[in-house]
């Protein structure tokens, strides 16, 4: 299961990858804005940084200037995937950049039949958002299951990348389900490590410890 985190915080990026946890990044517009800080120098940074594949999204949304886009952010580094949304044009620009031999990262799937498109068109990833689905009230990761095992049906090479993560509980569930990736925010990731039996017994391995005087240097 690949860990990629959903964010252009380059601090935050950088906290996560110290401690080992980073196969990826995936930003978008939104992430972007909310740096203050350039897109394309922001992305270069980031692509210095990990080793993994880093999202970049385009911003058009017809077919000549998602390609002219995504050709320039391809350009940022070899581990630039190019993110593009689920649209018409943004599939039919999917299959181009992809036999170009670009990574692309087909974004903002809220359909198991928008994921059977972007397994088709040669998709590197399909970002199905669960977040976004359970926050209307529908099942987000039923949507994982059902994209899972059609594409395991098909031998379909397009990985499962689970975004709009808001929680553990949202990584644990995409695991069981076999998902490929997930990209979550720090905060999730974050989440993950706590549990209050792991403080208290640590607390009391510490206290016997230092009843017996010893130290192990
Ligand atoms: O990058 C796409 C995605 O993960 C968005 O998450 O929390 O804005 O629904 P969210």
């Known amino acids: 299961m690949k860990f990629f985190v959903d964010t252009a915080d380059l601090d935050e990026i950088t906290k996560l990858n110290d401690v080992g946890l980073v196969d990826g990044v995936t930003t978008n517009p939104s992430l972007i804005a909310k740096t203050g800080r350039d897109f394309v120098s922001t992305v270069k940074e980031i692509c210095d940084l990990i080793d993994g594949p880093v999202s970049a999204e385009v911003t058009a949304t017809d077919y000549d200037g998602m390609i002219k886009e995504g050709r320039k952010l391809a350009k940022i580094a070899d581990n630039v995937t190019v993110k593009v949304p689920l649209t018409e044009n943004g599939i039919k620009a999917c299959k181009t950049l992809s036999d170009e031999g670009t990574m692309v990262n087909v974004t903002l799937c809220f359909s198991a039949a928008q994921a059977i498109l ?3 068109a040669g998709a590197t990833f399909i970002s199905p958002f669960v977040g976004r689905l359970d926050d209307l009230s529908l099942d987000g990761l039923q949507l994982i299951e059902d994209i899972v095992n059609i594409y395991g049906n098909y031998e379909f090479d397009t990985q499962v990348l689970v975004a709009s993560v808001r929680s553990p509980l949202h ?37 016997d410890w230092k009843k017996t005087g010893q130290s192990i240097l």
């Open 118 to 120: 972007a397994a088709k």
């Open 171 to 207: 990584i644990v569930e995409s695991g069981k389900l076999g998902a490929d990736v997930i990209t979550a925010p720090p905060k999730a990731i974050w989440q993950m490590f706590k549990h209050p039996l792991t403080d208290k017994g640590l607390e009391d391995f510490l206290a």
